[in-house]
């Protein structure tokens, strides 16, 4: 395969393919595939890479919808005290969307192990 370099936009109808060749075998394998909607599976980063450029851009993780980046503040519905009207360890939140609660314990622990806290 011949190594080509654009100076320039690249367009295509269908989409671009990246693709690695087995050196023994020649058997081609897609690593990325990249057309109007586009999933990443795995990104090997050098340096450093950012998802979504601007605030408007739309970012969604496992399937749910992608959405702008949240900028709520004094969400107070959907919130189930503990113990009396103060919020406690044991106090849950739904962010008065759907039906599942959560403490903030359970938010702070998913938030760590999808990367998106430090540990």
């Given at each position: 395969m011949a190594n080509t370099t654009f100076n320039g936009p690249v367009r295509s109808q269908n989409g671009f393919q990246t693709v690695s060749v087995n050196s023994s075998t020649g058997a081609v394998t897609v690593t990325a595939t990249?057309?109007?909607t586009t999933s990443v599976d795995s990104l090997a980063v050098t340096a450093s890479a950012s998802i979504g450029n601007a605030?408007?851009?739309t970012v969604g993780f496992y399937g749910a919808t992608a959405v702008v980046q949240p900028?709520?503040?004094g969400t107070t519905t959907g919130f189930t005290a503990g113990s009396g009207t103060a919020a406690r360890a044991d106090s849950t939140?739904?962010?008065n969307t759907g039906t599942a609660?959560?403490?903030v314990g359970d938010i702070?622990?998913?938030l760590k192990d999808l990367g998106l806290l430090a540990a």
């Open positions: 990249l057309g109007a605030a408007t851009d900028a709520t503040t939140f739904t962010g609660a959560y403490t702070v622990k998913a």
